[in-house]
Antibody, heavy 123, light 107 residues
Framework: QVQLVQSGPEVKKPGASVKVSCKAS????????MHWVRQAPGQGLEWMGR????????NYAQKFQGRVTLTRDTSISTVYMELSTLRSDDTAVYYC????????????????WGQGTLVTVSS | EIVLTQSPATLSLSPGERATLSCRAS??????LAWYQQKPGQAPRLLIY???NRATGIPARFSGSGSGTDFTLNISSLEAEDFAVYYC?????????FGGGTKVEIK
């Protein structure tokens, strides 16, 4: 079965960077986009961007452009989300979520999701 | 960006009752709308895609309808496990956006 396992919680100081990983299994890693979505405490969901594990091509929400970098390592079926210049309002649970449609079809919806990684930004 | 407005913010109902949730888009998204369910401490789960298609394994009591700017998620008869927060999401235009959520709580 498709499974996405994310790295553990992080505590960072303002101005630092964080890199969260998402290891995929149960399917052909390079065949499906991977998205990142975040959720601040008690708040709603916010899409950050997506990566094609095949080509490495990315699309980012303009809000995060210049601060977020999505990368992948096909040898270990893992995608990474790095967020720089952290602020207190970046405190959130960060989710990876696979697109359920193959690359050529690009569904731009999310199924399944990883378990989430809490990133806390505090001085 | 396309803004999705969900209403009501909170819906208080009893098990067995019907739930009707609304999602309105600031511009047409055609049928490119999905619904997700999120329980406390869990990741969201895809329920409905492209307005009216149930995702794999989703019970038939969940149904979606609508097109253009107005969409509805119906839960025909609430079961205990359905009390949760529900989000809509559009894929018509970049950036992908979500509604603010509707919490379905036990009355």
């Amino acid at each position: 079965q498709v499974q996405l396992v994310q790295s553990g919680p992080e505590v960072k100081k303002p101005g630092a960077s964080v890199k969260v990983s998402c290891k995929a299994s149960g399917y052909t890693f390079t065949d499906y986009f991977m998205h990142w979505v975040r959720q601040a405490p008690g708040q709603g969901l916010e899409w950050m961007g997506r990566i094609s594990p095949n080509s490495g091509g990315t699309n980012y929400a303009q809000k995060f452009q210049g601060r977020v970098t999505l990368t992948r390592d096909t040898s270990i079926s893992t995608v990474y989300m790095e967020l720089s210049t952290l602020r207190s309002d970046d405190t959130a649970v960060y989710y990876c979520a696979r697109d359920p449609l193959a690359l050529a079809m690009g569904g731009n919806r999310f199924d399944p999701w990883g378990q989430g990684t809490l990133v806390t930004v505090s001085s | 960006e396309i803004v999705l407005t969900q209403s009501p913010a909170t819906l208080s109902l009893s098990p067995g009752e019907r739930a009707t949730l609304s999602c309105r888009a600031s511009q047409s998204v055609s049928s490119y709308l999905a619904w997700y369910q999120q329980k406390p401490g869990q990741a969201p789960r895809l329920l409905i895609y492209d307005a009216s298609n149930r995702a794999t394994g989703i019970p038939a009591r969940f149904s979606g309808s609508g097109s253009g700017t107005d969409f509805t998620l119906n839960i025909s008869s609430l079961e205990a496990e359905d009390f949760a927060v529900y989000y809509c999401q559009q894929r018509s235009d970049w950036p992908l956006t979500f509604g603010g959520g509707t919490k379905v709580e036990i009355k």
